[in-house]
């Protein structure tokens, strides 16, 4: 089975701008949850995603938005950049039904957001 | 809100020698989960314990989880450059919905 497939790898934006990246799950998996990760703060929870709805939202402003596709490949927006936004985007699918947290996460390789 | 916490933040090891990293949680926890990041890299699904006082081994590495429930532990035997990387553990929030990762444990080896 193919993992979990972030593109791009790599971006950098402009204060102000805004930015989309993707994430396709494993196939058959349902979850898709978003994490950033900065050397400050670890690995802090953005949202997951099941059956394309919004299952449950960590604490990030409303300028952090996502969506999940009847496939299951998910999109992740942030808005009106800031330089603080700078982190590894990670996107993890997971088998599990009842929720992204008892089940393993499969993590893809990542986008490194650059804000500048 | 639940805490998840993690030490040693580092540890630097002479090949060959142990480690352990302690992994423990403000709450009882349901299960704990284990992951590996190598440099550059992203994290890695190790293990998932569920039972109280449930000891796992794959080859050099033992997971622990403790019988609270509310702690758990990993040690490496006999190090080796591959066992590079940070360590993290992650535990379920219910109430939020989500896994709470520890800062992580940066192992180095050095050869």
């Known amino acids: 089975k193919a993992g979990v497939t972030q593109t791009p790898r790599y971006l950098i934006k402009t204060r102000g701008q805004q930015v989309t990246l993707s994430c396709s799950p494993i196939s058959g998996h349902r979850s898709v949850s978003w994490y950033q990760q900065t050397p400050g703060q670890g690995l802090q929870f953005l949202f997951e995603?099941?059956?394309?709805?919004?299952?449950n939202k960590g604490n990030f402003p409303g300028r952090f938005s996502g969506r999940q596709f009847s496939n299951s490949r998910s999109e992740m927006n942030v808005s009106t950049l800031e330089l603080g936004d700078s982190a590894l985007y990670l996107c993890a699918s997971s088998a599990g039904t009842g929720g992204s947290y008892n089940s393993p996460l499969h993590f893809g390789n990542g986008t490194r957001l650059t804000v500048t | 809100g639940q805490q998840v916490m993690q030490i040693p933040q580092y540890q630097h090891v002479q090949e060959g020698e142990d480690f352990t990293t302690y992994c423990n949680s403000s709450?009882?926890?349901?299960?704990i989960q284990w992951y590996k990041q190598r440099p550059g890299g992203h994290p890695v699904f190790l293990i998932q314990l569920v039972k109280s006082g449930e000891v796992k081994k794959q080859k050099r590495l033992t997971f622990q989880f403790g019988e609270a429930k509310k702690n758990s532990s990993l040690h490496i035997t006999a190090t080796q450059t591959t066992d590079v990387g940070t360590y993290f553990c992650a535990g379920p929030d219910t109430n939020a919905g989500k896994s709470t990762f520890g800062d992580g444990t940066t192992l180095t080896v050095k050869p």
């Open positions: 709450t009882t926890l349901s299960n």
């Open positions: 995603y099941f059956s394309e709805t919004q299952r």
